[in-house]
């Protein structure tokens, strides 16, 4: 019949599960053991917050969940920033860990691995965070951790068995399928909010991480309404960047805020409109706001909306669409020129701070291709240059943990990002200081053969942080750091490794890495960005 680690595989495999990034342990071998068993492949990082990003990356470059399986104790509580970087941005990874044994729980008495409270620890930075008593409630667990992420806002979740329910017989269990059925749509909503389109002279649409799925309808929306394209970080390339109404994820830029103010109807759909979407805490919007969510606690928050709707980003797009009637034969010529002149404000601001990142997502960008991923770190050249200059020709392109901000990444990301579609080219984009937070997780893509490059930029430590120092007229402290000679450790490590000595190398040494049989480290100084 089976323990209830068995159970447990085999409801992740009924709900379409095909990789569990993670760590074995001594409290969580009832699982591998029937996990070796199963059709899903297991990937072992280095340290359980790779494994936590890893499952990250791959649920943003998928669409699907992530999975992430830790041990108890230390296991767990390594995972806890990626989980929260998750939560933070939107992302379904489901978190399943041991727990103490019903008979010592709670009870603060030495057991190994003992926390005061796991399911608290979790509960902290995960939508909910639930401890299972019997197996049939394990199922369960695993049916509700689907359905939340099929049916509402995508959030990761945590799971934890006590040991002694884990090595228990399963018994009689279900494994059940998550039922998916996307919210009714508020038909009074939906007509308020398309008779405020309806009247719009100078509209825009403001896409979030809950439009991802929604690109084509809002895309015809668009045309139809001759409104601008703007997007969060976290929805880049939802619609090509390359349309002619798209101004791009450049909402850090004065002039794109500037053009939300001035438009006289705004539809934001599945954004919080929060300080780390629009780098501004008080956003303006000089005409009528729309919000769109699936999320109810998301429509007033933030800023009040003169209309919203509750419900799925595709569905409330389309049923706008189909209100309105279709987009027109020819986009509107005083919307082309309204695009045009903000796109042309926009690029004399990235010149002025991003400027000396262009050639490199130029060679970037031709050497990944129409469909390939970049996967950023929290470093300069990511957030002043990736997120605007790298083209997004569609959604799930740019991988970038834009909410919470966190360094050492690239590296797993990437791995998880490449495992969810391994026919697209993956690259791995960070700075030196970041790079050191999950430089073991090299060896995890040298076990995998994956030809990953990850291009290392290195300006001496932690820049941005050292350059916030001097601007407060404070003396640099802490931000100044020893780099390691990355491409002998690459070596060390099994990788290829390849110093850049000019910017035009990049595209040869690019190649090389995509060619070979495993990663590759590309290391060049900052200084070679200089315009």
């Keep these: 019949m089976g323990s209830c680690g068995e159970a447990v595989v085999r409801c992740l495999e009924a709900n379409g599960v095909r990789h569990v990034f993670g760590i074995p342990g001594t409290h969580n071998l009832s699982i591998y053991e029937p996990l070796a068993g199963s059709r899903i492949r297991h990937v072992t990082p280095r340290h359980e917050q790779g494994a936590g990003y890893a499952a990250d990356a791959y649920a943003r470059v998928s669409g699907r969940p992530g999975v992430c399986l830790t041990t108890s104790g230390p296991g767990l509580t390594n995972v806890v920033t990626a989980a929260a970087t998750s939560y933070h941005d939107s992302v379904p990874t489901l978190v399943i860990s041991p727990g103490m044994a019903s008979s010592v729980d709670g009870r603060d008495t030495g057991f190994l691995h003992e926390v005061k409270s796991q399911t608290g620890t979790m509960e902290s930075v995960v939508d909910w965070s639930r401890r299972v008593g019997t197996v049939a409630d394990a199922a369960r667990a695993v049916r509700d951790a689907f359905a939340a992420f099929a049916t509402g806002r995508p959030r990761p979740v945590h799971i934890e068995l006590p040991l002694d329910l884990l090595e228990s017989d399963a018994g009689t269990y279900e494994a059940e399928i998550a039922a998916v059925a996307a919210p009714a749509v508020d038909e009074p909503a939906l007509a308020a909010a398309a008779a405020l389109l309806a009247q719009a002279e100078s509209p825009a649409l403001l896409l979030g991480g809950g439009a991802l799925a929604a690109g084509p309808a809002a895309q015809a929306l668009a045309e139809r309404l001759g409104a601008l394209i703007v997007t969060t970080v976290r929805a880049k390339g939802v619609v090509d960047e390359r349309h002619p109404l798209s101004l791009g994820a450049c909402l850090r830029l004065p002039a794109a805020r500037r053009a939300l103010a ?18 501004v805490r008080e956003p303006e919007f000089g005409g009528r706001l729309i919000r769109v969510d699936i999320d109810p606690r998301q429509l007033q928050k933030n800023h009040p909306a003169a209309a919203a709707v509750l419900g799925d980003a595709e569905a409330t797009l389309g049923a706008l669409g189909r209100l309105l009637g279709p987009p027109p034969a020819e986009l509107a010529p005083g919307a082309l020129e309204r695009a045009c002149g903000w796109r042309a404000q926009l690029e004399e601001e990235l010149a002025a701070d991003g400027g000396r990142y262009a ?11 129409e469909d390939g991923i970049l996967v950023g770190d929290s470093a300069m050249p990511v957030y002043y240059g990736s997120v605007h200059q790298f083209v997004a020709r569609a959604p799930r392109r740019f991988v970038y943990p834009v909410g919470y901000a966190t360094l050492g990444y690239a590296i797993p990301g990437a791995i998880g990002a490449k495992l969810a579609r391994p026919e697209a080219r993956v690259l791995g984009l960070m700075g030196d200081g970041g790079a050191m937070f999950a430089i073991a997780e090299l060896a995890t893509a040298v076990e995998l053969r994956l030809p990953i490059p990850f291009v290392v930029v290195e300006n001496g430590g932690y820049g941005e942080i050292r350059d916030e120092m001097v601007a407060r007229g404070a003396k640099p402290l802490g931000v100044d750091l ?6 002998g450790l690459a070596e060390a490590m ?9 910017l035009d190398d990049l595209p040869g040494g690019l ?3 995509f060619a070979a049989g495993g990663p590759s480290v590309l290391v060049l100084d900052e200084g070679l960005l200089q315009p």
């Design 262 to 279: 001035e438009a006289d109807v705004v539809l934001a759909v599945g954004t919080e409109l929060s300080e780390s979407d629009l780098w």
């Design 359 to 369: 050639a490199l997502h130029l060679h970037l960008g031709a050497a990944l291709g």
């Design 511 to 513: 190649e090389r890495a």
């Design 494 to 502: 099994g990788a290829a490794g390849e110093r850049v000595e000019a």
């Design 482 to 487: 020893t780099a390691p000679d990355f491409v």
